[in-house]
């Protein structure tokens, strides 16, 4: 009915940084995104700039491969998950309560892209330094 | 389109990026090495790779719009600009490469 | 054991911008953080707002930020916190009324537009029953866990696309909309689809499961928005390829003779 | 002046029983308008808490019949139930029950797909259907979620309703205040119900949540409608000691034991037939007989407790059937059920009082209809059997929806509106609480009156100890003043909300304790020690408590019997 003056909804995009107390995924969601959209800037720039000019600097190679590397790992297992292959079968809700997005088959999705992304960054960076390859 | 056939072909190209990109990026070695060597095989990769991923850098910028301005005309009216910048870039990127 | 409670105030008449509020109490080895919270405002600060009623967590009422992260009040012991210092904050995402009580207004209004309940043909037989649909149990577990929502507000709450974007559905709504989709009595999943699978629909999930992190009955959203995706995908793909939808099967229905016709009065 | 809100039917609370009126009268007139009043959001009415099941007698064919089930209620009752209202609602029970399944309720099923039924305290039958042990939450969500598809039904959260208006014996409508803006609004309706739900928060040891505290019952008393046997209050054998929480029934149903500090199963003396599964005020006697004795643990505060075990029943059916008393009992008391037994005791759980209404729900009041635990049909005579509450509350919700949406469409003219009721109200609220109040801190009053309550009109009551609360409660009434508000702001006072419910607590009381008093025989809950037997030559009649200046006037009217006559009740 009548309108009192309550205070605008809090948050906004600090919803987004608020990671403490949450889990893993939440980190996950928030790199995936800052990292699409660092990617666009490269591809802008990659695109644009037909000499390619940053090529020469180690750092961005480095950095660019990187985030490629995480958005690319983070998206399949986000894709998996998003059409609901991993995230578990409905269950019973038993108190202690277990969340099957937060464990099992997903949890895992979670681990292997970790560990697949330090190993193929560590491949990159060494690449690039140049000693490997 | 239906937000749902925009999101699928938003992961088809992502998966694309990946499988296209590989090549992209791996066809110096090829052609270094002499395995595959085929300018126009590389040239339509080059295509796709582009296609797919304008898509997904497009289609990627729209989703994070559309929830940073809560609006419906912004809603309804950011897939028009986007398509069209896309379309521009794509054909100037595409003349860059041919 | 002495705690220290740090609690957001705000009232719109007297107050510019928030303000913080600290009281200590004494509480023993069994509260819960609403007994505390009623303790300060029966003894101490009787202008303390808060929402609270059924104290056992299934009314959900007192959704509230506690040491930052959304719990319900009274289902959260002051011992578990591990802390004698004990911040409390409205929940986010909802304008707030004053102190600690938020307007839900907006998500009962998103709320209604999904169609949150069964839609069905035989409307004779939804008014005037004459028999119970048959339903086997694992009929029953595919949307039961999604079918406990208090609609407390924890998710929307703990939502990072809920903090910027205003339209987006929010998980209790779509956890909502799947558990009705998915009930083989339903017969309406293409009646909400233009609001679930549109641009604030389902698709602004992005599957960072802070929504089943704070959840106090179990439902785990995360899971059910998912389960729907996938449902609305094949859904589209089907009619795009083939020009045609899975019909659902139809639920068999057992006549109870006995109830006889309604008295007239 | 308020602002005046005109509408076809106002329903006053949004538990089982107002959801379920509104759906009915919605669903019978498309063109009226129905407002449905909740004083916390709708959906989080305390039937959530619920959680055993709903009694309707589904399958004839496995023996269970209307008859079983009438006559279960009747001696339940102590045969103080009314018998022709009993045939009627266990009639209207079944199809309730199929009401809800159609509309989305997730009943727990038997293998082959039907409803699943389970044993409850007081029947001779399973017929307790149930949702694992959730009911009231899945019947509320049903219910909530139902209304919603009803454009006709206007949800007003978070408004408190202070007054019915009421001129010449016809129902005008409501005073009502907006939490959230504070300020005092006017329901203009043809028709009205009530359903308020019960009096639990007059104890302090109680299975209700904070929001049950009687207001209903003060509304209608206030205006000349009579409280109907509210000496009657159901104590649960099983709250939850030290916080209250109802540990269910179904806990009992399901297998559960009962067992006192030497880990004997006591009710083999009290009810050698039914044990555990004797109707509640039996077992809330044996209870606190073995405390009395010294038989049971030393509590907190003097919340003195037995035993509820559960763990021969092993973790399966736990997980399956009882998981919310899992979950209660480990949070709560910090005990697994799987391992360890529950320490419970009996606690306020039901009021069978209330607004005296006739079999079909209708209040002297014409156009008013009174639905649920607030009204008293005397479906439950002395002494409800569990899981025939939700039941009420679903089967009258739809005989008052019924008939207020028949009501509501046959009156064309609403009449004249008494606006000089509502100036008054205004002045009542605003002048003469609001801003003039004075009296003692209310909460200090509401817990001395909780305590008093509780230690003199608790399982076992006598004279001497009835009269020493009736002195207290006055005493009490005059410290409280007209009602101290201590927040003075305006928007979403809780405070003062708080008051106002205190007013209506303290005239309930009183009802209470007088009618105890009067009634000198023991029947179904309410036992006198100074007379422990019952006495159906002087007292097989209803007590309705009048409001006048001095205290409740007590009148009293004879229980309508059809086909059983009292017997001694045996378990």
Known sequence: ???????????????????????????????????GLMIVGFLLWHLLDTNQAYLLITELQILFGVIIIFHALNGVRLVLAEYGFIVGKPIRAVYPYKFTTLRGLQRLSVALVIVVFIILTAIWILNIVGVIG | MRESVKMLLHYITGVLILITGAIHVLSGHFEAYGLIKSAELYSINKLIFLASILYHALNGVRVVLIEFVPKRWFTDSITLVLIIIGLAFFIYTSLLIF | MKVTFKIFRFNPAVDSSPRWSVYEVEVDKSATILDALLKIKENIDPTLTLRYSCRQAVCGSCGMVINGKERLACFTRVLE??????????????????????????????????????????????????????????????????????????????????????????????????????????????????????EHGCWRCHFALACSNVCPKGIDPGKSIQYLKNMITSHSLLELFLGRTKKKKKTELLERPHISSEPEI | MVDKISTDIVIVGSGLAGLRAAIEAAGRGPNLQIAVLSKVHAMRSHSVAYAGGTAAALYPEEGDSFELHAFDTIKGSDYLADQDTVELFVKLAPREILRLEHWGMPWSRKPDGRIDQRPFGGHSFDRACYAADKTGLHAM?????????????????????????????????????????????????????????????????????HSATAEGMAMAYRVGIPLKDMEFIQFHPTGLVPSGILISEAARGEGGYLRNKHGERFMSRYAPEKMELAPRDIVSRAMMKEIMEGRGFEGPDGLDYVHLDLTHLGEKVIDEKLTEIKMIA????????????????????????????????????????????VNCSSVHG?????????????????????????????????????????????????DQIFHGGYGEDPYLIKRELQNTMSEKAYVFRDGKGLEEGLRKIRELRKRFGTGKVNDKSKEYNQNFINVLELDGMLEVAEVVVVSAIARTESRGAHYRLDYPKRDDVNWLKHTLAYRTPEGPRLEYIPVRITKWMPTERKY
């Open chain 4, 330 to 373: 480990m949070k709560f008391a910090g005990i697994n059920p799987v391992n360890e037994p529950i320490p419970v005791r009996p606690a306020a759980h039901y009021t069978m009082g209330g607004v005296h209404v006739d079999i079909y729900g209708q209040t002297p009041v014409r156009g008013l209809w009174a639905a649920g635990e």
């Open chain 1, 1 to 35: 009915m009548s309108n009192v003056g309550a205070r605008k909804s809090r948050g906004r995009v600090t919803g987004w940084l608020k990671i403490r107390g949450y889990s893993i995924e939440k980190v996950m969601y928030l790199v995936q995104r800052i990292s």
């Open chain 4, 141 to 209: 969500q049903t219910l909530y979620n139902t209304c919603l598809k009803y454009d006709n039904i206007t949800f007003y959260h978070e408004w408190f309703a202070t007054s019915i208006l009421v001129e010449d014996g016809e129902f005008k409508g409501f005073t009502a205040i907006e939490i959230k803006s504070g300020e005092l609004h006017v329901f203009k309706a043809k028709a009205g119900i009530l359903a308020t739900g019960g009096a639990g928060r007059l104890y302090s040891f109680t299975t209700y949540g």
């Open chain 3, 81 to 198: 916190l591990n802390s004698n210092m004990i911040t409390i904050e409205p929940l986010k995402n909802f304008p707030v009324i004053k102190d600690l009580v938020t307007d839900f207004t907006e998500l009962f209004v998103k709320e209604k537009t999904i169609k949150p309940y069964i839609i069905r043909r035989d409307l004779e037989e939804m008014m005037k029953p004459v028999g119970m649909y048959l339903q086997k149990e694992e009929e029953t577990l595919s949307y039961l866990q999604f079918a406990e929502c208090i609609e407390c507000g924890l998710c929307v709450s703990a939502c990072p696309t809920v903090s910027i974007d205003r339209l987006f559905l929010t998980p209790m709504v779509l956890n909502k909309a799947y558990r009705f989709s998915i009930d083989p009595r339903d017969e309406g999943f293409e009646e909400r689809l233009s609001i679930i699978d549109s």
């Open chain 4, 382 to 430: 002395a002494n409800r059997l569990g899981c025939n509450s939700s039941i009420d509350c679903l089967v009258y919700g739809f005989l008052t929806g019924k008939q207020a949406a028949e009501y509501a469409s046959k009156k064309n003219n609403p009449g004249s509106f008494p606006t000089q009721l509502v100036v008054s109200e205004e002045k009542r609220v605003f």
